[in-house]
T-cell receptor, first 114, second 113 residues
Framework: EAGVVQSPRYKIIEKKQPVAFWCNPI?????LYWYRQNLGQGPELLIR????????DSQLPKDRFSAERLKGVDSTLKIQPAELGDSAVYLC????????????FGPGTRLTVT | GESVGLHLPTLSVQEGDNSIINCAYS??????FIWYKQESGKGPQFIID?????DKRQGQRVTVLLNKTVKHLSLQIAATQPGDSAVYFC????????????FGTGTLLAVQP
């Protein structure tokens, strides 16, 4: 069974530039999450989707971050413009059902903003 | 500015010994507690979970203990192997229909051959 797929795996950009991350969840998983993980810390939820609806985006910095999951399958997370403090690993996870606590994580995208 | 250096709690054990990784949680209303393993360059991987109405649960080579009185969670790994070397995170799920996981600070497990 294919796991959660994310691309790119690594991205280096200059501050003020835009960047986008892509995620394809496990087939059949209708719940999709985006997390940010700073070095040495646990993941922090940015946004959660149930199918194509964002049901929890309270932690998403909406002035510069946006996300979409148009067809309820794959998703894109965008940052525009990027700041130095956005350097982190961006993880995508998926689960079967909105109450399932067993979330399956992708390998993440390591973003470096210079 | 950013802090320099990484102050991740580290547990160093010999191969074959048992490991115990501890975690303190904050929300007494959490209904599930989960342990994740994260290897370098990979996303967290589910290991084992425990429901809040239990105090012990065993898996293959792993046991999770929950002490709600002191809000403490532990992960025991029997006969630790080099492949167990990773960062381990505990996570708590807020009660109710929300599926928000709150992750704790990780512990680096280093297995010495």
């Amino acid at each position: 069974e294919a796991g959660v797929v994310q691309s790119p795996r690594y991205k280096i950009i200059e501050k003020k530039q835009p960047v986008a991350f892509w995620c394809n969840p496990i087939s059949g998983h209708n719940t999709l999450y985006w997390y940010r993980q700073n070095l040495g810390q646990g993941p922090e939820l940015l946004i959660r989707y149930e199918n194509e609806e964002a049901v929890d985006d309270s932690q998403l910095p909406k002035d510069r971050f946006s996300a979409e999951r148009l067809k309820g399958v794959d998703s894109t997370l965008k940052i525009q413009p990027a700041e130095l403090g956005d350097s982190a690993v961006y993880l995508c996870a998926s689960s079967w059902g909105q109450t399932s606590y067993e979330q399956y994580f992708g390998p993440g995208t390591r973003l470096t903003v210079t | 500015g950013e802090s320099v250096g990484l102050h991740l709690p580290t547990l160093s054990v010999q191969e074959g010994d048992n490991s115990i990784i501890n975690c303190a949680y904050s929300n007494s209303a959490s209904d599930y507690f989960i342990w994740y393993k994260q290897e370098s360059g990979k996303g967290p991987q589910f290991i084992i979970d425990i429901r809040s109405n239990m105090d012990k649960r065993q898996g293959q080579r792993v046991t999770v203990l929950l002490n709600k009185t002191v809000k403490h969670l532990s992960l025991q790994i029997a006969a630790t192997q080099p492949g167990d070397s990773a960062v381990y995170f505990c996570a708590e799920r807020k009660g109710g229909a929300t599926n928000k996981l709150i992750f704790g600070t990780g512990t680096l497990l280093a297995v010495q051959p």
